[in-house]
């Protein structure tokens, strides 16, 4: 492919699994050894608001331990020198991307880092613990949640999303199962604008038929030896 006007990047838990963080889906992952549906619905939350909070600050703390790898401070190269021409989203709720000096991140599913009052959509940095108790700093409403996106919510910047899509003439997905709707749908969207889709990760995936392209490897090998031939383009 000549040098692309526009690199759409989407990446998933794999990107971050060298870094030492669980992903959800592969052997061992966070969601064979939790139930989703107790941690990571606004029911669960509801129901049991101290048993959810605990839960994400068990994963900011992992957060908090991890490095950014290669693969991370390969993408941030890639945008550095292509400037304004990557889109990055990720799906991860770690600040990995930023920690290796990516210019500009789009958190479809939130940010572990962040919390969020249910009542008035006040966010701010989130404690090492979020408790019960803990009021919004704005409006002093409890319980506050963490700023993360659970199943049956909206993603964020869909809008933003949609757009850099049908204006990207290269999609890349990084490190995720292509099983969460709607990001799992994105590498349609962009091959239905035109774009050449190329999938960077461990295994197939389940939706591998919408790649033009599929490159299976560790990401902290295979994303720095595709970064480096689209900056020698
Ligand atoms: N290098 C590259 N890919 C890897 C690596 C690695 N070192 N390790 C694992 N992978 C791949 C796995 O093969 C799998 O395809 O990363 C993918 C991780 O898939 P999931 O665990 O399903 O994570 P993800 O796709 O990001 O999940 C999407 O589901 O639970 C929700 O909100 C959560 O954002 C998450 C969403």
Redesign the pocket.
């Known amino acids: 492919m000549s040098k692309p006007a526009h690199v759409f990047i989407l990446t998933?838990?794999?990107?971050s699994?060298?870094s030492g963080l669980q992903?959800?889906?592969?052997k061992g992952?966070l969601?064979a050894k939790y139930d989703?549906r107790a941690l990571?619905t606004p029911d669960a939350f509801a129901r049991d608001p101290a048993h959810v909070l605990e839960f994400y600050d068990l994963r900011r703390q992992a957060v908090r331990q991890a490095q950014p790898n290669p693969a991370h401070e390969a993408i941030a190269r890639l945008q550095q020198r292509f400037r304004g021409r990557v889109t990055l989203v990720t799906?991860?709720v770690d600040d990995l991307h930023e920690r290796a000096d990516s210019p500009e991140v789009i958190h479809m599913?939130g940010s572990h880092l962040t919390a969020r009052c249910c009542a008035c959509d006040h966010r701010w940095p989130a404690p090492s613990q979020l408790r019960v108790s803990d009021p919004c700093p704005a409006c002093g409403a409890r319980p506050c949640r963490p700023d993360v996106v659970w199943f049956g919510e909206i993603p964020h910047h869909l809008d933003q999303i949609a757009e850099a899509l049908a204006d990207c003439d290269l999609f890349v997905a990084i490190?995720?199962?292509?099983?969460?709707q709607p990001?799992a749908s994105l590498a349609h969207a962009a091959r239905a604008a035109g774009a050449h889709t190329l999938a960077l990760?461990?295994?197939r995936?389940e939706n591998s038929n919408l790649f033009d392209e599929t490159r299976l490897g560790?990401?902290?090998r295979i994303v720095p030896e595709w970064v480096e031939r689209m900056l020698a383009c």
């Open positions: 998933g838990a794999g990107i699994a060298e992903t959800f889906r592969d992952g969601w989703w990571a799906q991860n599913h490190g995720t199962s292509g099983t969460v990001a990760n461990l295994q995936t560790p990401a902290s």
